[in-house]
């Protein structure tokens, strides 16, 4: 199972967010700047994969509500998708 680590001190603005789960998630040739978007190439997953959130506390304070949207995002599509599982790990991790 492929684990994706997403560090929530790297999204310090709606572009580096994107910039950064579009590296992430390996969608550099088709995925857009949006929710949209990820929901998108969420939902096309097909392979099991575990996707990590650390660093919360940085997305929180650089983004906001916008933050809590992409984490709901991500919630939801693990809550439809037997194959991806998504969780918050509240530490602090370099990456």
């Not at 929710?35 to 097909?46: E, P, R, T």
């Not at 996707?51 to 599509?77: H, R, T």
């Amino acid at each position: 199972m492929k684990t994706i680590l997403i560090n929530g001190e790297k999204m310090t603005s709606k572009k580096n967010a994107f910039l950064h789960l579009k590296n992430k998630l390996d969608q550099a040739s088709f995925y857009g700047n949006n929710l949209d978007a990820l929901w998108d190439v969420l939902s096309s997953i097909n392979e099991p994969m575990n996707i990590v959130l650390f660093n919360k506390s940085f997305l929180d304070e650089n983004l906001g509500e916008y933050g809590n949207s992409i984490i709901e995002v991500f919630e939801e599509a693990a809550n439809i998708k037997d194959n991806i599982k998504f969780k918050i790990v509240n530490i602090r991790l370099v990456n």
